[in-house]
Nanobody, 121 residues
Framework: QVQLVESGGGLVQAGGSLGLSCAASGSIFSINTMGWYRQAPGKQRELVAT???????NYAESVRGRVTISRDNAKNTVYLQMNSLKPEDTAVYYCYASIQRNGARVFVGYWGQGTQVTVSS
């Protein structure tokens, strides 16, 4: 079994900051890409940021310069630091990880349960 457990999130005023974390646990041999996606009401889930096992990052244009993704490979944890938050950042944020389980040959994508981020104007 593999689980992704998110923490952080909540309510913040526009211009404020918020940090999210996501820890992967279970029968894990290796983790490749980890990342964050978000889904606002009535919209499709969209990429926020990803980071691979080597530390290379990718950001959505809408958050570039305001958001920093990082990871701790020893803890199988990915972080998202969000600054200068805007009301349009309001969404449910989902953690994602591409994981190779012990004894498996392939990587499989896993999702966290989601955490609400609300930015008030």
């Amino acid at each position: 079994q593999v689980q992704l457990v998110e923490s952080g999130g909540g309510l913040v005023q526009a211009g404020g900051s918020l940090g999210l974390s996501c820890a992967a646990s279970g029968s894990i041999f290796s983790i490749n890409t980890m990342g964050w996606y978000r889904q606002a009401p009535g919209k499709q889930r969209e990429l926020v940021a990803t980071i691979n096992s080597g530390g290379s990052t990718n950001y959505a244009e809408s958050v570039r310069g305001r958001v920093t993704i990082s990871r701790d490979n020893a803890k199988n944890t990915v972080y998202l630091q969000m600054n200068s938050l805007k009301p349009e950042d309001t969404a449910v944020y989902y953690c994602y990880a591409s994981i190779q389980r012990n004894g498996a040959r392939v990587f499989v994508g896993y999702w966290g349960q989601g955490t609400q981020v609300t930015v008030s104007s």
